[in-house]
């Protein structure tokens, strides 16, 4: 996309927002993009509200699709947030579900007073995501899939980049796809997934790096961005960390009643999370900014071994 085309999509997200929230009663008359990456997200001002539209979308998610992962966000919030748990929060004021406008599907949430020392994507620390699993244990896990980003992404994604490859040459085509091959079915089930990890219990998840999804805001930090909770092993939470993080996670995870990560689980979730990163090239046509983040993973994940070979040695 070029940026005048990148510019005018976000105005078209920026313009349906404003169009739903006032037909829903909100004032809005000096709307502000507060960021703009895979979702446009707009303070509705003066009204205390900000919408997120998501604007980068992998191929499996048709409107309709959309709509429901994002009210299993909201409800899933919603329970957190009736539970105790510090979160950012569905407005009240406007209805607890999305809103489609041409070909956009838009939520609405409490406007967070962010703290001056705020930034982005900052590290929170494990002991958040030790805390948020605690919350997470008792939620209800009937409406949530297992481990959805992979399960439902991977497979277009994948047939993306088949079709129109980037930077990734014929063998590592290859050695996604076989990969995939090994993981898809552990994720056809809880029970095969059961089978692959004796012993590794499962729970709702954040599903997308808790500890980088926290709002430093004037009342404290809040816990934001569920749109990948799902099912699965606190393992995939955790994918990527440095063993001092694990450590420090194991520590406050037994502090508040819960198990340490199972080691064997960690690996196959890196593996599955790498597999995640290598396929995100396929959105690079939406958002060619991510590029440049994914080529230093491409080349780290290329010295890796095949992931059935890697099964037999760690087992």
């Not at 983040?293 to 059935?308: I, K, M, N, Q, V």
Request: negative net charge.
């Amino acid at each position: 996309m070029t940026p005048e085309s990148l510019a005018a999509r976000t105005a078209l997200a920026v313009d349906i927002a404003v169009t739903i929230a006032r037909r829903l009663g909100l004032e809005v008359n000096a709307p502000k993009v507060l960021h703009d990456v895979f979702s446009v997200v707009v303070h509705l001002a003066p009204s205390p509200v900000v919408a997120r539209v998501p604007v980068v979308l992998p191929p499996w998610l048709t409107l309709p699709r959309l709509a429901e992962r994002q009210q299993r966000e909201l409800d899933a919030v919603f329970w957190l947030q009736a539970a105790g748990l510090p979160v950012v929060a569905p407005s009240p004021l406007v209805p607890r579900r999305p809103a489609q406008r041409e070909g956009l599907s838009v939520t609405f949430w409490e406007l967070a007073e962010v703290s001056a020392d705020h930034a982005p994507y900052n590290d929170a620390g494990v002991e958040a995501t030790a805390t948020l699993h605690a919350a997470l244990a008792g939620m209800p896990t009937a409406p949530l899939g297992l481990l959805s980003p992979a399960q439902l992404e991977l497979p277009t994604l994948l047939a993306a980049l088949r079709q129109a490859p980037g930077p990734l040459t014929e063998s590592d085509l290859a050695h996604v796809l076989a990969d995939w091959s090994v993981l898809a079915p552990l994720l056809e089930s809880p029970e095969a997934l059961g089978a692959a990890l004796p012993g590794v219990t499962l729970q709702a998840i954040h599903g997308d790096a808790p500890q980088y999804n926290v709002i430093q805001t004037t009342t404290g930090p809040r816990f934001a961005d569920f749109e990948d909770v799902c099912l699965g092993p606190i393992e995939w939470d955790l994918a990527g960390l440095p063993p001092e993080a694990l450590a420090a996670y194991d520590d406050a995870a037994r502090a508040r009643g819960l198990r340490p990560h199972h080691p064997e689980a960690l690996r196959l979730m890196n593996a599955a999370r790498s597999l995640q990163v290598i396929a995100a090239f396929a959105l690079v046509p939406q958002l060619p900014l991510l590029a440049e983040g994914l080529l230093p993973a491409l080349t780290a994940w290329r010295e890796t071994p095949p992931l059935d070979r890697a099964l037999d040695i760690w087992r």
